[in-house]
């Protein structure tokens, strides 16, 4: 007699689209015009973090006031949709495209001596990156925040890691950027340990949008890639690699800005305001390290700045949770139930998941929500199971679903003194007053200025 098996079926591997992805961000913006806002009326940069967050779409403002011969671009990846055309794929197979990309082994990158953004290069004192037109982002702020992605290599393996780490600008050749992932503090302490006091970092202006989901990715690996190393496995196309100026390190050829420089591994510097992806001024306070340029290399005809702009639901919220998505698609799939979604909403604040999936049995769902909140990343905070009739676009949809399908005492698990526990571990009704110990102008939300009294549709 045969012993019984627990048979998991996996689907057929993702469809690839026959016509390649776009190599960089003049490509996609050309190839999705159909859903490009282009702002050709001049338009001041103050205006512009207001009217991006605005923006449900991709926007491209054209003419900006203080900063003639640059453009500046926003919201590519917000949504499913936008999503999907980042990895040239319907919004139906997106997530597992991704997911299933993600569990290839990285193709690398193709080494190239020349390319487009090394149309113009400026070196010393040359070098003033505030002639780019860098926003500020909110009203409190009082400084350009540059969110474009960052590259560092570690020093043992000479993988390029990659984020989105925040940088605020103080001159024309310095900057504080803010790491918050744990490799890039990881690769730190290797330099310190090694006796270097500065550690060479790039931040990358103007990339194809699947260069940015890639760059946010946060898991095991740095001992068998870095996040660059899979931008093409991720693309299903080689990309191209070229010498940076000053530094040991390769950048994106088809990038439109680099800017190349040194951080300073020693001493910290207190930091002004800024937005955390909560959308609060919070923390109040913090010590970032310093950041000197070296050079700068651009493309000649009018480069194209990538914005993320920090508040209150844009880009800056999903893009660092989209590979989040997939890895625990993979793993609830591994369970054996039909996942339909995964979502860090925009409207969850930056930390709350929901799982969208059929179950076959009893127990699963509680299991899913288990493994969610066991995940490594600190947005687990609440995670909420929903069928698949529920719109994962629609937060009333959710909370409808919530509402009329949850029964508290039996539906909701607390798991106290955890990084994600999102409830009082006493079981009492969710309290989501401001606390005591806090002054209530913590929570004072934040906003671009000028919000709600510019509309994109005066500047089309």
């Known amino acids: 007699m045969k012993s019984a098996r627990l048979s998991v079926s996996h689907a057929a591997p993702p469809y690839t689209p026959a016509k390649p992805l776009d190599k960089d961000l003049r490509g996609y913006l050309q190839t999705n015009a159909d859903v490009v806002t282009r702002v050709t009326k001049p338009v001041s940069l103050e205006y512009i973090p207001a009217l991006s967050a605005h923006s449900e779409q991709p926007i491209l403002f054209e003419n900006i006031i203080e900063k003639p011969g640059f453009r500046l671009c926003d919201i590519l990846v917000k949504h499913r949709e936008l999503q999907a055309r980042a990895l040239g794929v319907t919004r139906e197979d997106y997530l597992r495209t991704l997911a299933y990309r993600l569990r290839r082994p990285p193709r690398g990158f193709v080494d190239v001596a020349d390319g487009p953004v090394k149309e113009v290069k ?32 570690d020093p043992e393996t ?17 900057g504080l950027p803010s790491f918050v992932t744990p490799h890039t503090h990881a690769i730190m302490k290797k330099y310190r340990e090694l006796g270097h006091t500065r550690m060479p970092f790039v931040i990358v202006f103007g990339v194809h949008p699947a260069y940015e989901i890639m760059a946010n990715f946060s898991g095991l690996h740095m001992d068998m890639w870095g996040e660059l190393e899979m931008v093409g496995t991720i693309m299903d196309q080689d990309i191209e690699m070229v010498p940076c100026e000053t530094l040991e390190m390769r950048v994106p050829a088809q990038a439109e800005i680099v800017v190349e420089g040194h951080v300073d591994l020693g001493g910290m510097r207190d930091a002004g305001v800024s937005v955390g992806p909560t959308g609060y001024y919070l923390p109040k306070s913090s010590k970032l390290p310093e950041l000197t340029l070296t050079a700068m290399t651009m493309r000649a005809d009018r480069p194209i700045v990538r914005n993320h702009q920090t508040c209150p639901d844009t880009d800056h919220q999903p893009l660092p949770r989209l590979c989040h998505e997939a890895m625990l698609y993979n793993r609830l799939s591994e369970m054996g139930l039909a996942v339909r979604d995964v979502r860090f909403p925009t409207w969850g604040a930056a930390l709350s998941c929901i799982l969208q999936f059929d179950y076959p ?11 969610a909140m066991g995940s490594p990343w600190l947005n687990t905070k609440m995670v909420v199971a929903v069928s698949p009739d529920t719109n994962l676009d629609d937060a009333a949809d959710v909370y409808y679903a919530i509402a009329t399908r949850c029964d508290p005492s039996r539906d909701m698990i607390i798991v106290p003194h955890t990084r994600g526990s999102p409830y009082d571990p006493s079981a009492r009704p969710i309290d989501a007053t401001i606390k005591s110990r806090h002054d209530p102008k ?10 709600g009294k510019v509309n994109i549709k005066d500047f089309l």
Request: hydrophobic share 35%; charged share 20%; aromatic share 8%.
């Open 442 to 451: 913590d929570f004072i939300r934040s906003y671009p200025k000028h919000w």
């Open 361 to 371: 049995r009893e127990g699963m769902v509680n299991d899913a929500l288990m493994l």
């Open 158 to 174: 000479g993988f390029h890691n990659t984020s989105h780490a925040g940088t605020i600008l103080t001159g024309p050749r310095s």
């Open 122 to 153: 400026l070196k010393g004192d040359q070098v003033d990156w505030t002639r780019l037109p860098i926003p500020i982002h909110s009203e409190q702020e009082t400084q350009p925040y540059v969110t474009a992605m960052n590259i560092v290599v």
